[in-house]
């Protein structure tokens, strides 16, 4: 599923990407902070940060929301624009981007979907065949998780 390329931006316009040899995939996570962020859940493209060129990115405003992690939004239109991990972590280099703001947002498959146990008790996203972990599971995977 690798070398697609996608672009998207924000609903006012003024921050616009591509994303080059994407893997059409995305995670589904129920965390808090994704929760507050994003208003339900961060259904979240992740891909290394070198695979995508912004325009506007005067525009960027940036929040960090942990200790290893920041999250954006355009300042004109307050669109989510990414989540992406600071410092030095393991995860460094990684960006992920709301699945919604794709110009195009068909033909990705959700492959996990983590805090399961964080989930609202009021939705939940249908179909079957993706990875689940609570957020034990991904903690003891993670350990700087436990600091999100
Ligand atoms: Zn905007
Ligand atoms: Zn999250």
């Not at 964080?118 to 599971?137: I, N, Q, V, W």
């Amino acid at each position: 599923m690798n070398g697609a390329d996608r672009t998207g931006g924000c609903l006012c316009g003024a921050v616009r990407f591509t994303a080059r040899d994407l893997a059409e995939e995305f995670g589904i996570c129920h965390c808090e902070t994704c929760r507050r962020w994003t208003g339900s859940a961060l259904l979240g493209v992740a891909f290394p940060e070198e695979k995508i060129a912004w325009t506007g990115v005067e525009h960027i405003c940036r929040y960090q929301s942990s200790s290893w992690a920041e999250r954006a939004w355009c300042a004109r239109c307050g669109t989510g624009l990414f989540f992406r991990a600071t410092g030095d972590t393991p995860y460094s280099g990684e960006i992920e981007l709301p699945l919604g703001i794709f110009d195009d947002p068909n033909g990705f498959v959700a492959t996990h979907e983590i805090y399961i146990d964080h989930k609202p008790d009021s939705y939940s996203y249908a179909g079957g065949g993706r990875k689940t972990l609570t957020r034990a599971d991904c903690v003891a995977k993670f350990p700087r998780l436990d600091d999100a």
